[in-house]
């Protein structure tokens, strides 16, 4: 299971912090992702990270957001700042990713959380 939390309301050029916690299964070695939908639009990858913390970011994202993960505990974040109102979307957290596939533009993920709301106003 995977739950999000950190979501919110904010005004251009703040930040946010969100979180994942991971329970049930999930081990460390596994790889995970933050993923994206904003209204009317396809679901996107964010950011993907693997056990070993290697990683690789949104083009629209770089340098902007952070993330990163802490095995032992199970959890995920992202440090968004320098948010713009077209980062608003429902962020998902995402565990099972394929490295790969997310490059490639996959999305696709065994396991998903239910999403937590950012708005950029």
């Known amino acids: 299971q995977l739950v999000e939390s950190g979501g919110g309301s904010v005004q251009a050029g703040g930040s946010l912090r969100l979180s994942c916690a991971a329970s049930?299964?999930?081990?460390?070695?596994?790889?995970m992702a933050w993923f994206r939908q904003a209204p009317g639009k396809e679901r996107e990858g964010v950011v993907v990270?693997?056990?070993?913390?290697?990683?690789s970011y949104a083009d629209s994202v770089e340098g902007r957001f952070t993330v990163s993960k802490d095995n032992a505990k199970n959890t995920l974040s992202l440090q968004i700042n320098n948010l713009q109102p077209n980062d608003t979307a429902i962020y998902y957290c995402?565990?099972?990713?394929?490295?790969?596939?997310?490059?490639?533009?996959?999305?696709?993920?065994?396991?998903w959380g239910q999403g937590t709301q950012v708005t950029v106003s």
């Open positions: 049930g299964s999930f081990r460390g070695s596994i790889c």
């Open positions: 995402a565990a099972d990713v394929g490295w790969v596939a997310f490059l490639t533009g996959v999305v696709f993920a065994n396991y």
């Open positions: 990270i693997t056990a070993e913390g290697k990683t």
